[in-house]
């Protein structure tokens, strides 16, 4: 998993910020995946400000529609 954080985000203090707590996110919530992928997190200056459990909240919302649209393949 790679995470795509703009400068958009602000300082490179907070933009590690940013990308840490996405890290601890998808340790979260992220189960195995069915298949083999490469999933790449962008990150949106909303980001910044959100607490941990809206980004995790944000997380397991967008890896269930992905798990939808596998299934429905």
């Not at 890290?23 to 941990?52: H, K």
Request: aromatic residues 6%.
């Amino acid at each position: 998993m790679g995470f795509a954080i703009s400068r958009k985000v602000g300082s490179i203090a907070r933009r590690n910020r940013v990308r840490r707590r996405l890290a601890a996110a998808v340790r979260e919530c992220a189960e195995p995946l069915d298949r083999e992928l490469d999933i790449v997190v962008g990150a949106r200056p909303e980001a910044a400000d959100a607490d941990f459990f809206e980004i995790v909240a944000d997380l397991k919302q967008a890896l269930t529609k992905m798990r939808e649209r596998w299934e429905s393949e």
